[in-house]
């Protein structure tokens, strides 16, 4: 039995993890890939600091390791897709996508601003309209598809009062795009024979400078008018989730009343 001085030692414990050295590394090493709650992260961190330094593993390289990935989920449904995800069971999908007043449909504990937050164009934006979101599919990301598929309603609601008189979408539109840092895309607002609206030319480029995945990527977009040239433009952000499913837009049935 452990001595009162050995109990209240702060390293005492240590020496029970490395009795399961081969055990903890099975289990790190099963969870390079996976986005922990903070608080088990750290507990990890620690169990694999003591392991290694009690099995004296050095790096072949000489690199400092990576620490395990600690990522603070945004909302309770972030929480609750993860957990669902671990018990190999998905949340009901109507419930988490997430009607605003504005009339945007957003994933989770999340409204983004009237006009997208990139400081240089703070006195650049003409028209503008509401933000809205999309997660991207596998399609939106697929090398040999090189274009991003815009909701038809999105579109209606969003994109069409922004355009003028000769602006022929079954042609083409030329745009610019931007990502939050203000960079510049060249991209293409068209209808495929398809009846689908996409951004193509830059998108590929875009899409590979942001690293962008389908599922767990969100990208909300906002489209106006440069102040200067009266182009149309598009500004789109990018968020990361731990969702690795599509999940259903569920917008709320409209009531008549007589």
């Known amino acids: 039995m452990a001595s009162r001085e050995d109990r209240e030692d702060p390293g005492y ?9 081969e055990e903890g590394a099975y289990l790190l090493l099963h969870l390079k890939h996976t986005i922990l709650n903070p608080e088990t992260a750290r507990n990890l961190e620690h169990m694999k600091s003591k392991i290694l330094s009690g099995i004296k593993l050095k790096s072949p390289s000489g690199s400092k390791r990576k620490a ?7 909302a309770p449904q ?11 069971r998905s949340l009901p999908r ?6 605003q007043e504005r009339g945007g449909l957003f994933y989770g504990n999340y409204t983004p601003p009237d006009l997208p937050p990139i400081p240089s164009l703070q006195n650049l934006i003409q028209d503008c309209s509401k933000p809205f979101e999309k997660q991207l599919a596998l399609s939106d990301v697929k090398d040999n598809q090189c274009r991003l598929s815009m909701n038809k309603e999105d579109v209606e609601n969003n994109i069409m009062p922004l355009l003028r008189n000769g602006e022929n979408r079954n042609e083409g539109i030329d745009v610019t795009t931007y990502d939050m840092a203000g960079n510049e895309y060249p991209m293409v607002f068209k209808i495929w024979a398809t009846k689908v609206h996409v951004l193509t030319g830059g998108w590929k480029t875009f899409c590979n400078d942001l690293r962008l995945v389908e599922n767990q990527d969100f990208v909300t977009l906002w489209i106006f ?10 500004a789109i952000h990018s968020r990361r989730l731990p969702v690795f499913e599509p999940i259903k837009k569920k917008r ?3 009531k008549n009343y007589h």
């Open 13 to 21: 414990g240590d020496g029970m993890m490395t009795s399961s050295t």
């Open 68 to 74: 395990l990935r600690i990522q603070e989920p945004e």
């Open 78 to 88: 972030a929480r609750e897709a993860t957990n669902g995800a671990a018990r190999g």
């Open 94 to 99: 109507e419930l988490q996508f997430q009607q």
């Open 225 to 234: 008018r440069h102040v200067d040239n009266g182009g149309l433009c598009f």
């Open 252 to 254: 709320p049935i409209r």
